[in-house]
């Protein structure tokens, strides 16, 4: 099955720095590469995602680039802010299905000091 | 529009207990999935649904048994509750049409 890995578990940055969270996924046929954020006492919210045909997006701070041949991808948030301070997991899927699942990485929580 | 919901936020158990947490979504979504979240590893799949009257397992199945009854809701039981049964377990559903899973608040599960 897949194996999502994600690095690092922890990222401390200061307030207006970038932060750069990356994963490696191990099945070359997965094509589906979602972002969560997770607050404190709160369930996971999809922040961005990407398809294996685009190699990058945006929205607003937030980016996602993948790798299709290194198998790896990469969340990159600019100009952070305290708010931005949480758990962030990363996810791939292979999606042909209904039966397509995700499978997570093991999270990076994220400190951005004011 | 309440989205996903889960009964109860929090529970406490003793070992060889039994309980059901239960999943609710009010927006029509045809698949729903029940994850556990331990520290230091991420989501895991326990089981998963992809319409009315369908179950399959995930990656983490076993001490676990789920019905879906109903579209608009998922049940997750223990039949005997295990030390290593000790979570937050977060429901989570999507539209056939997308990709994008919207999840739940969590319930927070001890066992004693």
């Known amino acids: 099955g897949e194996n999502v890995e994600q690095h690092p578990s922890t990222l401390s940055v200061q307030e207006g720095d970038s932060a750069v969270i990356k994963c490696t996924y191990s099945?070359?046929?997965?094509?589906?590469f979602p972002w969560y954020k997770q607050e404190l006492g709160k369930g996971p919210q999809l922040i961005i995602d990407?398809?294996?045909?685009?190699g990058e997006k945006k929205d607003q701070r937030i980016a996602v680039t993948l790798n299709k041949t290194a198998k790896h991808f990469s969340l990159h948030i600019t100009e952070t802010q305290p708010e931005d301070s949480a758990v962030y997991f990363c996810?791939?899927?292979?999606?042909?299905?209904?039966?397509?699942?995700?499978?997570f990485g093991k999270g990076t929580m994220l400190l951005v000091s004011p | 529009n309440a989205g996903v919901t889960q009964t109860p936020k929090f529970r406490v158990l003793k070992t060889g207990q039994s309980m059901t947490l239960l999943c609710a979504q009010d927006?029509?979504?045809?698949?729903m999935y029940w994850y556990r979240q331990d520290p230091g590893m991420g989501l895991r799949l326990i089981h998963y649904?992809?319409?009315?009257?369908?179950?399959a397992k995930g990656e983490v199945p076993d001490g676990y048994n789920v019905s879906r009854l109903k579209k608009q809701n998922f049940l997750l039981g223990l039949e005997s509750a295990a030390p290593s049964q000790t979570s937050v377990y977060f429901c989570?559903?999507?539209?056939?049409?997308?990709?994008?899973?919207?999840f739940g608040p969590g319930t927070r599960l001890t066992v004693l």
């Open positions: 989570a559903s999507r539209p056939s049409l997308t990709d994008t899973q919207y």
């Open positions: 099945d070359s046929a997965s094509n589906y």
């Open positions: 990407i398809r294996s045909n685009v």
């Open positions: 996810a791939a899927s292979k999606v042909n299905s209904g039966y397509s699942t995700l499978t």
């Open positions: 927006m029509n979504h045809e698949y």
């Open positions: 649904s992809v319409g009315e009257g369908t179950t």
